[in-house]
């Protein structure tokens, strides 16, 4: 989910299960879509993208979700790793064949129980 | 390979002095963007230059913030003056864009400012 108030919502993993962050987005317009990973006093960091003529993307350990339908996305991490603990966004942007801004959602943080 | 960089990584001032945060972008890279993150707003879009030229600085605050872009290898931010409310990390981010391609950003370190 996406957060409105001071804090992120966090969800609580333990290592080695797999992991299920959910997006909401807001643009009907927008066909590209972005899951970035930021680390505690780094900047963000792409994890994955996908295309809105897909509907499912798989990277290394990493699986991205679109229901263009319900304009929801989700990032699904497999085998769950401390070094995973992070705030994870994910953006949107229209018209991927344009230089359009990315608009980024609020972030969800992800922890990692030993 | 030399990322975005950004400097100061740190910045403590007091209210009414002027803030110029820099951002050197990957070379090659023709777009540059700055973002503000903030808990309460998250990631704010203020500006970004395509080719030098900005495109859309319609996430800057106010007057009392500027950016430009010399060349492509430099830009900066400069807040004049500074309120406490500007406190938060200013990202810049870089991105190589043509026609047909996603444009993947490229984020720095960030610079993080404290205004008192």
């Known amino acids: 989910g996406e957060s409105v108030g001071l804090h992120l919502p966090t969800l609580s993993v333990q290592e080695g299960d797999n992991s299920i962050i959910n997006c909401a987005y807001s643009n009907s317009a927008s066909d590209y879509f972005i899951w970035y990973k930021q680390e505690s006093g780094k900047g963000p960091q792409f994890i994955i993208d996908?295309?809105?003529?897909?509907d499912k993307r798989q990277g290394q350990r990493v699986t991205v979700l679109l229901n263009k339908t319900v304009k929801h996305l989700s990032l699904q991490i497999a085998a769950t790793q401390p070094g995973d603990s992070a705030v994870y966004f994910c953006?949107?942007?229209?018209?991927?064949?344009?230089?359009?801004?990315?608009?980024f959602g609020k972030g969800i943080t992800l922890s990692v129980r030993p | 390979d030399a990322g975005v960089i950004q400097s100061p990584r740190h910045e403590v001032t007091e209210m009414g002095q002027e803030v110029t945060l820099r951002c050197k972008p990957i070379?090659?890279?023709?777009?540059l963007f700055w973002y503000r993150q903030t808990m309460m707003r998250g990631l704010e879009l203020l500006i970004y230059?395509?080719?030098?030229?900005?495109?859309?600085d319609s996430g800057m605050p106010e007057d009392r913030f500027s950016a430009k872009m010399p060349n492509a290898s430099f830009s900066t931010l400069k807040i004049q003056p500074s309120e406490p409310r500007d406190s938060a990390v200013y990202f810049c981010a870089s991105s190589l864009y043509y026609r047909g391609n996603t444009g993947e950003l490229f984020f720095g370190e960030g610079s993080r400012l404290t205004v008192l």
């Open positions: 230059f395509n080719n030098n030229v900005p495109i859309d």
């Open positions: 070379s090659g890279h023709n777009s």
């Open positions: 953006a949107e942007k229209s018209a991927v064949g344009a230089n359009s801004k990315l608009t």
């Open positions: 996908i295309r809105s003529n897909m």
